[in-house]
């Protein structure tokens, strides 16, 4: 297509010149750095070395250039060979050449209206030459990337380079791979193997380096145009081995360089302003596969060595502050971890009991006949909790009072008849009796459940049981004073070894979770108890000063402070001791 188009402006060129008999549209090779026709005019027309001369001049120079030229020495030229180039960008990307015939007309104005009209037509043939050669650097560049992942993922990059020297028209290639902070080769160019030690080797690894350091391409001989750079290792390359020419463009992957490539020219095959831009077009593209790649080569313990490296080099290199400040906190940190001191403290379930917790127990067999009180009830001392059925005792307590009267009433009249004998019989049968009653007094007071004193009833509901029948013992209510509460920790047996009687600590109940209530440890129960799969000591504490509110069976946790230790072994003294015994097991 764009052939077409170039055919079509050039033939309209020559037509509207007056005196063209042949023209050339020729264009900067990306691949080769050679000019190429893309049209000519007439058609049929062979190509013309001569044009193709002049066209290769104007080039050069950067400007139109026109030849002169008769068959018949020392006569006025009949004949006159024009080439102007046309840019695309900031380069030259190809030129316009053209055969003009004046046989009548004074060579110098002819020539110089052609100029002019070629120059005015040029910027419609720029454009299309820049479309182009956009569509062949497009082409170019996938196909190089299409030949990186088609190798396989352990492989070298060394067809990578053959097919980049082959299409640049390079004498070698060269792929090297950032490792400690160095450049080391990877592949080269129509070479399956190579000796790391070798001359060669050395120079082209410098010159990468000298590319990575800077983080820029690298030529020697410089380009025109170009930045300068420090390129004493390129110059050691080109001389040392013959090299026209040396150009490294650094690889990069994930904003930081990863590797180089650099491109050698023989003497006279100098790089063109096309192929250089190729050359960083593939650099970008090739850098983050090449870089996956070699990661995928390297063992885990590489990758590890190389982003300790990386961080190294990010610490220790210029930039990034940043990550200096914070690599300054993070030290900061660990030496306060390694060596402040800290309150180290125990942490346990806590539950809250009364001090002193008396039962409330059936004196009697009997059935119950009230329920006053429940668990969470406060009682006042004295007062009646419940009641069991009386009915049967105050019956015995009715027939044993008739019985006593009656035997008083015959005692009386023994004494009448003064019979001592049976006077005395009757007395021992008044005091029987006498007992019974106040047994039975003593069974009647028993019916009723009495608060010992005040207090919170603890546990018991009766209110659901109203007739059942319970047995002298039986254990129906359990009170607890309000001012006196022991709390029981149930530390783990990890930590048992570390509390003792008299160390302070703070208690955080669920029912207050925002205060903290002091403690002080007072008794340590020799006794384990196995529960919910883990093994717990019982240690009693005592509340350092009463608070309101509180109430038998409060949960929470509590927290015993034992000493002042370094927070490092605060923090990782538990799997210390588990990996410590865990190894004594598995020793033989």
Known sequence: MAEDLA?????????????????????????????????????????????????????AEGCAVVRAGDPRAGSTPCWSDIAL??????????????????????????????????????????????????????????????????????????GVATELAARL??????????????????????????????????????????????DAPVSHPPLRGDAPRVAMDH??????????????????????????????RSAGGGLDAATIELCTDFGALLGPILDLKRRARESWLEEAREFLLRQMSRLYGPGDPHFKLAAIGCVAVLLLVCFAKGDYRITASATLEGRVQRAIVAGIDGYIAEAN??????????????????RDLLLERRNGSGKLAQLRKEQGKALYQHDRSEVNFLSAKIDQATAELELLAAQLERTRLVAPFDGIVVKGDLSQSLGSPVERGEVLFEVAPLDGYRIILEVDQR???????????????AALPGQTLPLTVERITPVSIAEDGRNYFRVEAHLDQPVPGLRPGMEGVAKIE???????????????????????????
């Open 7 to 59: 055919q079509s402006w050039l033939a309209l060129h020559c037509q509207t010149l007056a005196g063209a008999s042949q023209g050339l549209v020729l264009q900067s090779g990306h691949e080769q750095g050679r000019l190429s026709p893309i049209a000519r005019w007439p058609k049929t027309e062979a190509e013309a070395s001569d044009l193709v001369g002049v066209a290769r001049a104007a080039l």
């Open 85 to 158: 180039p046309f840019g695309v960008g900031s380069r030259f990307g190809g030129a316009v050449a053209i055969r003009l015939q004046h046989p009548d007309e004074s060579p110098d104005l002819a020539c110089k209206r052609a100029v002019d009209q070629l120059r005015s037509g040029t910027s419609w043939l720029e454009g299309l030459v820049r479309d182009a050669s956009a569509k062949d650097r497009l082409v170019a560049s996938l196909e190089v990337v299409a030949t990186a992942l088609e190798q396989d993922r352990l492989a070298s990059p060394a």
């Open 169 to 214: 028209g390079c004498e070698r290639v060269a792929i090297g791979a950032s490792k400690r902070g160095r450049m080391r080769l990877e592949a080269l160019s129509n070479t399956a193997k190579f000796d790391a030690r070798s001359g060669l080797v050395r120079d082209l690894e410098a010159a990468m380096d000298e590319a990575a350091d800077q």
């Open 235 to 264: 110059e050691t390359l080109c001389r040392n081995h013959g090299a026209g020419m040396a150009w490294t463009v650094p690889l990069g992957s994930g904003g930081r360089v990863t590797g180089a490539m650099t491109f050698e």
């Open 373 to 390: 009180v429940r668990a969470g009830d406060l009682l006042k001392q004295g007062q009646i909790l419940g009641r069991l059925d009386d």
């Open 495 to 509: 930590d048992i070894a570390e509390p003792a009687p008299g160390q302070r600590g703070q208690l955080a109940l």
């Open 562 to 588: 034992v000493d002042r230790r370094r927070y490092l072994w605060i923090w990782t003294h538990s799997l210390t001791d588990w990996l410590r015994l865990l190894t004594w097991s598995w020793l033989p």
